[in-house]
């Protein structure tokens, strides 16, 4: 069982441009979501999903985009990087059954 | 909103000893899931213990126990018998419902030889 598989593992871009952080987990659970960790402050939610097709806001979502055409699959979209969103991205997947969250390995992306 | 608040940034603890990291939520729930994931220097998520707010009994799971106090709101994870291993960032997570979970913003413990 892979869990949840995050890529790329390190990113380095220039402020503007624009990426993809994929994330797929294959759990088949219902439940995922996108946090971002910077000192000091935890884990953030920037979206999350309940199920293929929908999804929502979190605490941090501007300049984000997300999208969840499979069970399996939920990307991050950065539309215009920007230097404060250099941070350490984080995939995380669950059921509600067990209520325990997955995490995939995290994502370093530096915007400079 | 539910928060979730750890009031130590740092600790340390001598190797073989015991320490305890606190947690406090704010919540008007009455049923909800509380959480303590480990965080090593490699950045990995791992779930050290889980306590459903239903249960009485605090949770343990080797050297990892909790001291769950529901009128309190406070969530406190006791690590006893403390080894290198255990140096980390430990997060505290709340959980209500099935989409969202709330995280503390971490206690960096280390271990000292």
């Known amino acids: 069982n892979a869990g949840v598989t995050q890529t790329p593992k390190f990113q380095v871009l220039k402020t503007g441009q624009s990426m993809t952080l994929q994330c797929a987990q294959d759990?088949?659970?219902?439940?995922m979501s996108w946090y971002r960790q910077d000192p000091g402050m935890g884990l953030r939610l920037i979206h999350y999903s309940v199920g293929a097709g929908i999804t929502d806001q979190g605490e941090v979502p501007n300049g984000y985009n997300v999208s969840r055409s499979t069970t399996e699959d939920f990307p991050l979209r950065l539309l215009s990087a920007a230097p404060s969103q250099t941070s350490v991205y984080f995939c995380a997947s669950w059921t509600d059954s067990g209520n325990t969250i997955y995490f995939g390995e995290g994502s370093w992306l530096t915007v400079v | 909103a539910q928060t979730v608040t750890q009031s130590q940034p740092e600790m340390s603890v001598q190797e073989a000893e015991t320490v305890t990291l606190s947690c406090t939520y704010d919540t008007s729930e009455s049923n909800y899931y509380l959480f303590w994931y480990k965080q090593p220097p490699s950045r990995q998520m791992i779930l050290v213990i889980r306590q459903e707010a239903y249960k009485q009994q605090n949770a343990t799971e080797n050297r990892f126990s909790v001291n769950f106090q529901k009128a309190a709101k406070s969530f406190s994870l006791k690590i006893s018998d403390s080894q290198l291993g255990d140096t980390a960032m430990y997060f505290c997570?709340?959980?209500?419902?099935?989409?969202?979970?709330?995280f503390g913003t971490g206690t960096r413990l280390k271990v000292l030889a």
């Open positions: 759990m088949n659970h219902e439940y």
């Open positions: 997570a709340f959980m209500k419902g099935t989409y969202k979970y709330i």
